[in-house]
């Protein structure tokens, strides 16, 4: 998709500089031909300054001067890659200094946080975006192409195990649930946004258990989650989310004429193998790694200079929140719980599928991925 306005391109500024921003945020501007990176806002001054001369920026600030930077005018829009609890009061600043406003999943710890973000940004008149960037991924939409044309028959079962070793001292297990910590927040959404996506549907009720192996690193978060979720007509997702076991982050979609399996399917740094079984016949796509980051500028650029509402956009991440607290308060009182959220018209469709190169992987500066045997947000 490309902008129709080709004389202006939206200026922005990266809020945070972890692994997610310096891997593939950043970089992911030069195939955005919309957008312009301007300057990062961080809290390191040798992230600053090796990444400002890295991109050319002619200043970079730190977080203390996030209000400098937001009535700077040389920016048009902020995108959001702090910790969870951090995304309410940077989207809400923001959003009153008129600055649209692209914020990383899950938009944040709590429904009511979510709700602040949506109002401010409705108060303020900008465009808000969840960074769902598997909602413009080639392979991810053909799977839903697929979900939709018949092939699987009446759709049943959705499978997904994704896991990863986190670190010790990682901020997904310093934080606590409240504040967005632990696998079901940080892994979990990916699955509970896909099962959606397929489904064409919001869940009805929800089931929800923990495990925990004991190990230090554990103490402030679980290890594990698993998830069940029924869906109207009797249709079921179940998903695990750890912190502790091998990389893997796979989708499986059960219908009554076929088996749809996407290996990776949450990974931005992998090849991906699309299988479908039906009609006793097995055809499989492989899909090269491509920069998933640069789509979701685009996207958002895009509607912003055409003023129009981003598909997924606040009350997205909403839902999402909504069934992770109601998995939580499963957890908690062990019994299943229902599902209290809005019915969403507007889902990821095909047309939405932009496509760009992969990036080279740039050399890091203070930060490192949670787990180093994968690359995953």
């Known amino acids: 998709m490309e902008s129709t306005n080709n004389n202006k391109k939206i200026r922005y500024a990266i809020v945070g500089a972890g692994d997610i921003a310096q891997e593939a ?13 301007v300057t990062i806002v961080s809290g390191d001054e040798d992230k600053r300054e090796e990444l400002g ?7 970079t600030y730190a977080y203390e001067q996030f209000d400098e930077c937001l009535k700077s005018g040389d920016i048009d829009a902020v995108y959001i890659a702090l910790p969870n609890h951090l995304h309410r009061t940077y989207a809400e600043r923001a959003a009153k200094a008129g600055m649209h406003i692209l914020c990383e999943k899950p938009l944040a710890p709590s429904e009511e946080d979510c709700r602040k973000i949506i109002d401010a940004a409705k108060a303020g008149k900008v465009r808000l975006m969840v960074a769902y960037r598997l909602h413009f991924d080639p392979v991810n939409l053909e799977a839903i192409r697929l979900s939709e044309s018949g092939r699987l028959g009446d759709l049943r079962i959705f499978d997904s195990t994704f896991s990863q070793q986190v670190e010790a001292g990682n901020v997904r297990l310093t ?14 959404v990916y699955c509970v946004n896909a099962a959606r996506y397929l489904f064409r549907d919001e869940p009805e009720e929800v089931f929800a258990f923990r495990g925990n192996n004991g190990e230090k690193r554990f103490e402030k978060t679980e290890e594990m989650v ?4 029924r869906f109207p007509h009797d249709r079921i997702a179940n998903f695990t989310a750890s912190f502790g076991a ?17 290996d990776p399917a949450y990974s931005y740094a992998k090849d991906t193998r699309l ?19 640069a789509p979701e500028l685009i996207y958002f650029s895009d509607c912003i200079l055409n ?19 109601a998995a939580y308060e499963s957890i908690e009182s062990k019994r299943s719980v229902k599902i209290k959220s809005a019915k969403r018209a507007d889902r990821p469709e095909p047309g939405q599928k932009i496509e760009r190169p992969p990036v080279e992987e740039p050399e890091l500066v203070h930060a490192r991925p949670p787990s180093p045997e994968k690359k995953k947000k």
């Open 25 to 37: 945020i950043l970089p992911a501007f030069e195939h955005a031909e919309n957008s312009e990176l």
């Open 53 to 59: 001369k890295r991109y050319g920026l002619r200043k």
């Open 175 to 188: 934080a606590t649930v409240d504040q967005g910590g632990g696998p079901l927040f940080d892994m979990g």
């Open 226 to 229: 698993s998830v069940l979720l």
């Open 246 to 262: 091998a990389s893997t982050g796979r989708y499986s979609l059960v219908g009554t004429k076929g088996v749809l399996t996407l």
């Open 275 to 293: 299988k479908v079984t039906a009609d006793e016949n097995t055809n499989e796509q492989i899909f090269p790694k491509h920069d998933q980051f």
């Open 307 to 325: 003023n129009r509402e981003p598909e997924p956009s606040g009350e997205e991440g909403l839902i999402d929140v909504q069934i992770i607290r």
